[in-house]
């Protein structure tokens, strides 16, 4: 999902994670023991902290809040099965504000810790890019429940030459190698859409999905008929809101998130042009309703996956969300942030079976190196990940506004 802000790769904050990465690993990387330190018995009592990385303050914090609970309610879960023997889990959650640089000193903060054995998160495609490297130095596996931009499993050049860059990170999310062309095809072949417009925030994930619908989108026969960068920071869009009305578009494609999607579907149809505005898994949330307002009825996002509510294998994680009191909704990722929580569960679960029921000293790399193999069947549905790290479902699933809230209206998977 979603990319918030450049990069920001500050010289002494490398310097800082390089030196707390290469500190971490001299340390025993294994989790915590209830009494004393040296080994790590897992039948003696360990605790195992997964950290979680999301925006829990800001615009984004919707989302990001509902990533820590759906982790924190897995952790609870296989506490409460005694689902790895000797094994209690925990979880650490951190702040990034939906900002690069915040995450990057997240990671350097989770990997300084020993008794981190893996991460969730982030929300954000372009804070997982200032993380990557810091995780993959210390072997500590990351696991996103959102992030969609391809660049982070198959490289920069994906189209032509893919190349996974880090070992370390997984993500139980699809990509918007997919999720662009599969607006695309529902926008022109279903909702018979043929000219459009299409807006992004600049941004990694936002830039990326427009790239990846465009593209799709031309192919089927559909017209580009204007195109506009908008600065994120703003809310004025009036500018670009008459550009849609002038330039006879029939629907609008907006990259980015629902911060931004939401005053601007408003001031497009204020502006007269009575067109649908469709985006992505950013745009997908309630939040996004609430801010565009009656403007919002018609308009369409995608999300990646199958409805949680309607998938067999998510009631009992709908019901015990309910049961265990969080306050906020457990929003668009929090089936995926489970199935990512407990995939680490699992790879931790493996590496402590094939070790005589103890964590190993390179507990970090074993981890990492057992969650390439890791299949469940999980909240969203099979868990599984490919040689990039990519999950296996490249499901998707159509959504749009009707009454006040989001309707699925077309599951299925990219057809390319």
């Known amino acids: 999902m979603p990319g918030k802000g450049l990069i920001v790769r500050q010289r002494s904050l490398i310097a800082i994670t390089a030196a707390l990465a290469a500190g971490a690993l001299t340390l025993t990387a294994c989790g915590s023991r209830d009494e004393g330190n040296g080994g790590s018995d897992a039948g003696s009592g360990t605790t195992v902290v997964i950290g979680v990385d999301a925006p829990l303050t800001g615009d984004l914090s919707a989302m990001g809040l509902g990533i820590k609970n759906s982790a924190d309610l897995a952790a609870k879960t296989a506490n409460k099965e005694k689902y790895v023997d000797g094994i209690t889990f925990k979880i650490e959650a951190l702040d990034d504000q939906a900002q690069p640089s915040s995450g990057q000193q997240n990671a350097v903060t989770f990997v300084a810790k020993k008794d981190i ?28 429940p959102a ?43 279903d909702a018979k859409k043929k000219k459009v417009f299409v807006i992004d925030d600049k941004k990694t994930y936002g830039a990326g999905l427009a790239a990846t ?11 580009v008929v204007g195109t506009e960068h908008i600065n994120p920071e703003t809310k004025d869009f009036s500018a670009v809101a008459t550009k849609v009305k002038n ?20 001031q497009i149809k204020a502006a007269g042009a009575k067109v649908p505005v469709v985006g992505g898994d950013g745009m997908y949330d309630p939040e996004y309703i609430n801010l565009g307002g009656s403007a919002s009825t018609g308009d369409y996002a995608t999300s990646v996956g199958a409805p949680v509510e309607e998938l ?7 019901a015990d969300y ?33 070790n005589d029921g103890k964590l190993p000293d390179d507990a970090r790399a074993k981890i990492t ?48």
Not at 122 to 136: G, H, R, T, Y
Not at 312 to 318: E, L, Q, R, T
Not at 332 to 345: F, H, N, P, R, V
């Open 312 to 318: 067999p294998s998510a009631k009992d994680f709908v």
């Open 147 to 189: 992030n969609t931009g391809p660049t982070l499993t198959q490289g920069a050049d994906w189209q032509t030459k893919k190349v996974r860059p880090y070992k370390s990170y997984f993500r139980t999310a699809t990509t918007d190698a997919i999720q662009g062309p599969f607006a695309a095809q529902y926008l022109y072949n």
């Open 369 to 416: 190196e057992a969650m390439q193999n890791v299949s469940f069947d999980g909240v969203t549905g099979k868990v599984a990940f490919d040689e990039y790290g990519d999950t296996t479902n490249k499901q998707l699933t159509v959504y749009q506004v009707e009454g006040g809230e989001w309707k699925a209206v077309k599951s299925g998977t990219y057809s390319g």
């Open 247 to 266: 330039s006879g578009a029939d629907v609008v494609y907006y990259g980015g998130e629902y911060p931004q999607s939401g005053p601007l579907t408003k």
């Open 213 to 223: 619908f465009t593209t799709e989108f031309k192919k089927l026969g559909g017209e």
């Open 117 to 144: 054995l893996g991460a969730v998160g982030p929300l954000n495609s372009s804070v997982a890019e200032s993380m990557q490297k810091v995780f993959d130095d210390a072997k500590l596996v990351q696991v996103s």
């Open 322 to 354: 309910k049961a265990a009191g969080y306050k906020e909704p457990y929003s668009a990722y929090g089936g995926y942030s489970y199935d990512s929580t407990w995939a680490i569960i699992e790879a931790v679960k493996k590496v402590v079976e094939d």
